[in-house]
């Protein structure tokens, strides 16, 4: 089975502007992401609408594809670039991955996880979970919550706490409940990932603004792994000067 990486990178940001360039001790951010994605993935590419970040992986050696300025998710990206990519190497790939460009503490094990559930062949889309140990974590919107089966295929991603918890008083939910947080990393299939981009924004996509909820709510199956690794983004300036001081970069 092959497979892709593709970084999708945009310089324009509400809340930090040209964060793929930001400098992280002589390094780009996505230099970095990049980076720690090939350790999992043998053929990796940022797809970008700016010169900017274009050139800056191309000067440390890596792989840049251009794409449209008009994407509204970073899956229609990920879809044109690979397009791009397979019409100009004549490369067909079986799964993409989607690799978040501002992780740079993104873990070969976990890409390697949501490789592994490809091994099943009703997988149409992967992602990985990881269980919730911070009360707080619960209840806190910005913290995606997944319900998953038995077998680890994906049933509901919310804002909401859920499973909800009859009975118990919101300060022991985390001692009666099993709780797992969404990790954002992404695989497809790549006649998956072609269709998914061609259905209409879903009811349940716009109420919870998770892009997941349309591809659920119009039958696809999302296999999810479960990690231990915890997810680190940086989202704003003050992000990324709070993990230099924690010393983990």
């Not at 050139?55 to 050696?61: K, Q, R, S, T």
């Not at 989202?235 to 010393?247: H, Q, Y």
Request: aromatic residues 8%; charged residues 25%.
């Amino acid at each position: 089975m092959r497979f892709i990486g593709i970084i999708p990178a945009r310089y324009a940001s509400t809340r930090f502007p040209g964060k793929p360039l930001a400098d992280i001790h002589g390094k780009t951010m996505i230099q970095r992401v990049y980076e720690q994605t090939l350790l999992a993935i043998d053929e990796v590419w940022v797809a970008t609408d700016d010169d900017r970040i274009k050139h800056a992986v191309e000067n440390f050696g890596g792989n840049v594809v251009m794409t449209s300025q008009h994407h509204q998710s970073g899956t229609d990206r990920i879809a044109e670039a690979v397009s791009k990519i397979s019409e100009s190497n004549q490369n067909q790939y079986d799964v993409v991955i989607n690799i978040q460009g501002d992780e740079p503490f993104i873990q070969p094990e976990q890409i390697e996880s949501v490789k592994k559930c490809f091994n099943s062949p009703n997988t149409q889309i992967a992602t990985l979970v990881k269980k919730i140990s911070k009360q707080e974590d619960i209840f806190d919107p910005n913290k995606v919550k997944a319900v998953i089966s038995k077998e680890q295929k994906a049933l509901y991603f919310s804002r909401s706490p859920i499973p909800y918890q009859r009975g118990i008083e919101e300060e022991y939910w985390i001692n009666h409940g099993t709780f797992y947080k969404h990790i954002g990393m992404y695989a497809y299939k790549n006649e998956v990932l072609r269709e998914i981009t061609r259905i209409d924004q879903s009811s349940l996509e716009l109420s919870e603004s998770l892009e997941q909820l349309r591809w659920l709510e119009n039958g696809y199956w999302i296999q999810t792994e479960i990690t231990n690794h915890e997810s680190i983004g940086i989202d704003t300036p003050e992000d990324l000067e709070r993990v230099k001081e924690m010393g983990l970069l």
